[in-house]
């Protein structure tokens, strides 16, 4: 068999599982075995599937991984009885998924609620993470859009049905329609299969209670920005940040902040929404190629 043929399977992406805690996590795998690693972690409402773009830009160099967070995609959905819904359990969950699938030592990408999931990770194994890439991933309470953000901290100030109510519409269809959409100049290069799969895994029986648990939870994450902010300040991880600068859902100043506590961060506000992949996948794809190569430590193996 041919050099050029062992390439082209290394770089082709594999749709695999392993079970943490008794539960499937499916996850999305491309690149060499031996290549240094990035832990892409995803945000709300989607999946690894919001990778399907990014993953062959940067398999030829890199060890890519993309799980499903336990609740989401085509991992394991247990009932909210039956599984504490938290950014603390979704983290520990995904320190394990990394054990499993043998990843020492990775980059980090995040976006979303993957933010809180990969800086809880960082804060638990620092040694495991050598760089940082945040995609509209919030760390700094200046980066909460107000608007949007408003019945989400009314829901956690006091969960009940009424503060419910405008928080399921976030997860329906027209809610997520709009955070793909708005702010995108040119809605016509969006894959509108992105939103309406998303949606369709969001409709499934039981998602109501898991992404209420979770929602309800995001206070515990806002409570930890400082100690995020410390660990910059204290590890001076490498960090790049590609942000979608239309995005009202976790707004520039949150990008912007980083710099606060990482002076050597590399921030670029792209002129996209929040999923700023589904127009901007091969521009963030080259941010990540050059920030990555310039580390000292860029050969570094998994």
């Known amino acids: 068999m041919s050099s050029a043929h062992h390439q082209d399977r290394a770089h082709r992406t594999h749709y695999r599982s ?25 945000g709300f ?16 160099r890199y ?10 995609g085509r991992s394991a959905a247990p009932d909210a009885d039956e599984f504490p819904y938290t950014f603390a359990e979704l983290a520990d969950a995904t320190a394990e998924f990394t054990e499993r699938v043998a990843l020492d030592r990775f980059a980090l990408y995040v976006q979303d609620y993957g933010a809180p999931i990969g800086l809880r990770l960082a804060l638990a194994h620092p ?15 200046e980066g909460l859009g107000a608007e949007a953000w408003a019945p989400v901290l009314a829901y956690i100030a006091d969960p009940s049905e ?15 329609t709009w955070q793909y959409t708005h702010g995108v100049p040119d809605p016509s290069l969006l894959d509108p299969d992105a939103w309406h799969h998303d949606a369709a ?23 930890l920005y400082p100690a995020f902010q410390e660990y910059f300040r204290t590890s001076q991880v490498p960090l790049l940040a590609a942000w979608g600068a239309h995005d009202e859902i976790f707004v520039p100043h949150g990008a912007l902040a980083f710099l606060r506590d ?3 961060a590399e921030v670029h506000l792209l002129p996209t929404g929040h999923f700023a ?14 920030f990555l190569a310039r580390l000292p430590d860029a050969r570094v193996r998994s």
């Open 277 to 290: 992949l589904e127009t901007h996948a091969a521009r963030i794809a080259g941010l990540i190629d050059g």
């Open 18 to 42: 392993t079970t943490v805690r008794g539960h499937e996590i499916a996850y999305r795998e491309a690149g060499p075995a031996d290549a240094p690693a990035l832990l892409l972690l995803h």
């Open 162 to 176: 009424k503060t419910a109510a405008p928080v399921r519409k976030i997860r329906s269809l027209a809610g997520i």
């Open 262 to 264: 990482l002076p050597e």
């Open 201 to 223: 895994l969001m409709a499934r029986e039981g998602q109501d209670a898991i992404q209420l648990a979770l929602i309800g939870d995001y206070g515990s994450n806002i409570a």
């Open 63 to 72: 060890r890519v991984i993309a799980p499903d967070h336990i609740g989401f």
């Open 127 to 141: 040694e495991r993470v050598t760089a940082v890439i945040t995609q509209n991933g919030n760390a700094y309470e």
């Open 45 to 60: 409402p989607t999946s690894s599937h919001m990778f399907r773009d990014l993953i062959p830009l940067l398999s030829h």
